[in-house]
């Protein structure tokens, strides 16, 4: 899991793929990071996930 997930971030960086006119690369990252840990998250780590990501920096 830990070469598939480094393979994704490096593949944000490849401009044939993502390019910078078209996408954010912080954006890609926080997409593919999310896909990924849902994917390989139970029921109770994606309710876990969604709490985190209900968090703000005031609360």
């Avoid at 070469?3 to 996408?23: G, K, M, T, W, Y």
């Amino acid at each position: 899991m830990r070469r598939l997930q480094l393979a994704q971030i490096e593949l944000v960086f490849n401009p044939d793929i993502f390019p910078s006119c078209q996408f954010s690369v912080g954006e890609v990252q926080v997409a593919c990071l999310s896909h990924f840990m849902r994917g390989i998250a139970t029921r109770q780590g994606h309710t876990l996930i969604d709490q985190y990501n209900t968090i703000t920096e005031d609360a």
